[in-house]
């Protein structure tokens, strides 16, 4: 276990604090996506159930009025389906972007290098190359989880949305 923290830690440091961000936000995007698919794959069935039921428990299903009424029990439920799905895609697109700021801190240091000790020293450079390339792939391993995961989740959304409707039929009277 030891062992294990110091490689975090030394991977740390090769990337800068940027990856530490980097890090935290990859983090907080997969609390996210797990808590949708939880409700996804579990809590969302009880509120469907039950707006199955109230909707089959109304004497009247053919109206205006309960169109209106099947209309907003939809909108509300797929309120609830998307939940936290805009903030996991925001946290998508600012992975790269973080990752974009940790290049552009590394070769920052790599020009201050070259500044003090000469354009010689490749050694000397390396640091500032992998703090300038290691929060890049970090972004980006960050953001393709993330554009999967988000993927699955709205297919997921879209999927639950048309099934709800389907339950939810307005009785046509001819």
Not at 19 to 44: D, N, P, S, T
Not at 74 to 88: H, K, M, Y
Not at 149 to 167: I, P
């Amino acid at each position: 276990m030891i062992a294990f923290l110091e490689a975090i830690r030394d991977f740390t440091e090769t990337g800068g604090q940027v990856l530490l961000v980097i890090g935290l936000l990859i983090f907080i995007m997969w609390l996210l996506i797990l808590e949708r698919a939880m409700y996804l794959l579990i809590w969302h069935k009880n509120y469907k159930n039950q707006a199955v039921a109230d909707w089959k428990a109304r004497q009247d299903r053919s109206s205006w009025f309960a169109e209106q009424v099947r209309a907003k029990t939809v909108s509300a439920l797929t309120i609830q389906l998307r939940g936290s799905i805009p903030i996991i895609q925001s946290l998508v697109a600012l992975c790269p972007l973080l990752g974009l700021m940790g290049t552009v801190t590394g070769m920052i240091e790599v020009f201050d290098v070259m500044a003090i000790s000469g354009s010689g020293n490749a050694r000397s450079m390396a640091s500032g190359v992998s703090k300038a390339t290691i929060p890049t792939m970090a972004g980006m391993v960050g953001a393709l989880s993330g554009v999967f995961a988000s993927t699955w989740l709205n297919r997921m959304v879209k999927t639950e949305r048309m099934k709800l409707e389907d339950a939810l039929i307005i009785d046509r009277k001819g």
